[in-house]
């Protein structure tokens, strides 16, 4: 595709239980980052992937929360034992070469965790 | 924490001039200024961005003070699709994005 895809669109789980959500970068962009958006509130930065290395994990809130890159496309961002407040929607981004380049987003992943 | 103060929220009528102001007094010398926006229920989108210059490109014009303190995005013909929250960023060219609040824009018939 021509964009960042990510799935699923709409996630909803029950309290404790883990989730997978996918993000397909811009073929060819080597660099992946995650974030999350709370109700109402701003993108927070969750992780930075350069090829399938993370060298900037700072955003991650919690030790229930990893994220993982394979050959240099696919990310996946994991959440064990989801809690109320990781409700949020979960956005990916990817660029060319790394921080310097612009960003493009993608639709989002909006979870639910009741 | 966001470097950028932007106003809560802006009107527009359709059709005339979009002008949306950040200041960003405590800006280093190498970081750039970033504008993005957010329509409703999707994923950011890059606007344009700029050092020192004023920039302009198809969707539209960067305008930075000689002292680089404060910027203006300017949308030149404000439609209704342009109603979206507006993020001024300031950053480093090889940092991450910080997203503040924004400027939420709403673009009237």
């Known amino acids: 595709g021509a964009g960042v895809s990510q799935s699923p669109s709409n996630k909803v789980t029950e309290k404790g239980k883990d989730v997978e959500l996918r993000c397909d970068p811009i073929s060819g962009h080597t660099a992946l980052y995650w974030y999350r958006q709370s109700l109402g509130q701003g993108l927070e930065f969750l992780i930075y992937f350069q090829g399938n290395s993370a060298p900037d994990k700072s955003g991650l809130p919690s030790d229930r929360f990893s994220a993982e890159r394979t050959g240099g496309s696919v990310s996946t961002l994991t959440i064990q034992r989801t809690q109320q407040e990781d409700s949020a929607v979960y956005l990916c981004?990817?660029?060319?070469?790394?921080?310097?380049?612009?960003?493009?987003f993608g639709p989002g992943t909006r979870l639910l965790v009741l | 924490d966001a470097k950028t103060t932007q106003p809560t929220s802006m009107d527009c009528a359709e059709g005339r001039a979009a002008n949306l102001p950040c200041n960003h007094s405590t800006i280093s010398g190498n970081e750039y200024v970033y504008w993005y926006r957010q329509i409703h229920s999707q994923g950011p989108q890059y606007i344009i961005h700029g050092l020192k210059n004023n920039e302009t490109n198809e969707m539209a014009s960067l305008i930075i003070t000689e002292d680089r303190k404060s910027s203006t995005l300017i949308l030149p013909h404000a439609t209704l699709r342009d109603t979206a929250v507006y993020y001024c960023?300031?950053?480093?060219?090889?940092?991450?994005?910080?997203f503040g609040t924004g400027t939420r824009l709403q673009v009237f018939p």
């Open positions: 960023i300031v950053r480093v060219y090889t940092d991450k994005l910080i």
């Open positions: 981004a990817s660029s060319s070469t790394g921080l310097a380049e612009t960003q493009y």
